[in-house]
């Protein structure tokens, strides 16, 4: 019986000590991974006045070269610290990314844009989507790289249809070049959404037998994710903002309020994952409407703190991302099974960054063709210029496109079927290829097509210089010989200004006096106001201002 309680306990010993190795080694590798987030951002930070290097290649390389001397180390068994799993990715790392894209979008220019976004984020995604489809059925079923079913296939469309809005965003700059970053900030939003959307619908339906019935239920279930996502991000938005308003946080604790703003937010993209929904598209309208409404409501240290929190939520989330893609890139176990046929891999990643090239060059230029059909004067316009420097920067796939990869191809990220793990691997040789080559060569690009005089000038009514500017109206035009003759151009011009000219009177009527926003903030005592001096330096999505009965009035960048 004692030898039975030694035996038993000496066991327990072993397993609390294996435990104890276990949580050490876990402990370890977080400080090394938090370590190498402070060198990407220091080195970031070094390079910052390099047009070659953007924040998102330098800790793509750090990763890569991580990865290498962690392969030394381990003696070929592994390259990366932790495993990747999609799930913290959609999670925990993209709800802030996407969210401060909303919440610090200049509304004024993405609205302007609207028909172009979503033309190029959801109907050019749809083009992307058929092409690379398409184009991957034909030629890997004669490279025979493995057992892929239909699905597998519309999965790939999926995947590589999927822009890398983080990559493009740190590439293109919001003040120098406004339009365009409005343009692929938006679409890469709505791609990413479209594309997530589109992958689930794929993962929702059989589609061994397709027939005319499977196809309306798959464009159905599209249109209800696309539309319901939406609906939901408002309404979570507003209840913030309602919430935030009636209760008056700002009276004793700033720290409620901006709690309340950031568990809010989050709240909205778990709801999303809840209800089936898109998350991304969810959380992103839910950081417009915040920053529409919401963000008036709490006091001006709160708004200052939001602000930043945000932003460093989200910076710290896209180095992570791309930290980890670097060394996941590295991943033994996946290259073990395409190392007998190296000719094989390359060609498949080749092929699919062909039908990147070709499935984004189908959309961008008839669809801004489209676009300028509907613009008043020439400046407005989009020129063939700007149309290849969008092609371009939108010709990056990132996290999203890895972490689909690994939902379609992987379990529990291990993979052990040739073709999945061709597929994988190839996903990989895509991101990184055209992340590093396409990210350098974008400032440049940019730099020779559009010259600093001639994108600045072009861009001088993008946002107001000046108080007076914000008595102008969002679609007016002084310049009576810019109109456009054609009838599709004012068939699509007409009603956005109309649509527009009553949002803002339905908007002052009856929105803000409930929800807050510009104008209707009472002031909070105690808490700091800005000079009214300087009130139009305000950093932020938006600006305010104190007048001298108390009241905050709010200029909004609409």
Not at 153 to 171: H, K, N, R
Request: aromatic fraction near 12%.
């Amino acid at each position: 019986m004692a030898s039975e309680m030694i035996v038993e306990s000496g066991s327990s010993i072993i397993d609390f000590g294996m435990e104890l190795v276990a949580d050490h080694t876990s402990v370890v590798s977080l400080n090394l991974f938090v370590a190498l987030l402070c060198g990407c951002i220091v080195v970031g930070h070094l390079l910052e006045e390099n047009r070659w290097i953007n924040e998102s290649i330098t800790a793509l390389v750090i990763g890569l070269c991580t990865g290498i001397i962690i392969l030394l180390t381990t003696r070929g068994k592994s390259s990366h610290l932790f495993l990747f799993n999609e799930e913290l990715f959609f999670i925990y790392l993209l709800p802030p990314i996407i969210f401060n894209a909303g919440f610090q979008v200049k509304k004024k220019q993405f609205f302007r844009n609207i028909m172009t976004i979503v033309l190029f984020g959801a109907f050019g995604t749809l083009i992307s989507f058929c092409i690379i489809s398409l184009g991957a059925l034909h030629f890997f079923q004669k490279m025979n790289i493995g057992s892929l079913d239909l699905g597998d296939y519309l999965a790939i469309g999926a995947i590589f249809s999927a822009t890398d809005s983080v990559c493009t965003l740190q590439v293109l700059n919001q003040d120098e070049t406004p339009l365009l970053y409005s343009l692929v900030f938006g679409e890469g939003v709505v791609n990413d959404a479209t594309s997530v959307v589109l992958f689930n619908a794929i993962q929702n339906f059989d589609l061994s037998h397709m027939n005319s019935s499977i196809i309306l239920q798959f464009i159905g279930n599209f249109l209800y994710l696309f539309i319901a996502s939406t609906v939901l991000g408002i309404l979570v938005g507003l209840l913030s903002a309602y919430i935030i308003k009636k209760l008056y946080f700002g009276r004793h604790s700033t720290d409620r309020e901006v709690a309340l703003m950031i568990l809010m937010a989050y709240f909205s993209y778990m709801l999303a994952e809840l209800f089936y929904l898109s998350a991304i598209l969810t959380v992103f309208f839910c950081g417009i409407v915040m920053s529409h409404y919401t963000w008036h409501n709490v006091t001006e240290s709160s708004r200052v703190t939001t602000k930043h929190a945000f932003a460093t939520l989200s910076f710290v989330a896209e180095i992570f991302i791309f930290l980890y893609v670097g060394m996941d890139a590295l991943d033994i176990e996946k290259w073990r099974f395409v190392s007998h046929s190296p000719g094989k891999s390359i060609g498949v990643s080749s092929i699919l960054l062909g039908l990147v090239l070709v499935g984004r060059a189908a959309f961008v230029f008839p669809l801004s063709s489209l676009s300028n059909l509907t613009k008043k004067s020439s400046h407005e316009k989009l020129n063939l210029e700007q149309q290849v420097t969008i092609w371009w920067a939108g010709l990056m796939r990132g996290a999203v496109s890895m972490a689909l990869a690994y939902n379609q191809f992987t379990r529990s990220g291990h993979t052990h079927l040739p073709g999945n793990a061709i597929m994988i691997t190839s996903t990989i040789t895509v991101v990184l290829s055209s992340t590093v080559f396409f990210g350098m060569m974008t400032k440049p690009l940019i730099g020779i097509l559009l010259p600093q005089p001639k994108y600045t000038m072009s861009m001088l009514s993008s946002e107001p210089s000046s108080p007076k500017s914000f008595t102008v109206p969002l679609l007016t035009n002084d310049d009576p010989n810019s109109h456009s003759h054609s009838p599709l151009g004012l068939f699509l011009r007409i009603p956005a200004h109309t649509v527009h000219h009553y949002w803002r009177r339905f908007d002052d009527a009856f929105m803000r006096p409930v929800f807050g926003g510009r104008g209707f903030v009472p002031f909070v005592p105690g808490s700091p106001t800005e000079d009214p001096n300087q009130q139009w330096q305000t950093e932020g999505p938006l600006e305010a201002a104190v007048d001298d009965n108390k009241t905050i009035l709010i200029q909004t960048r609409w």
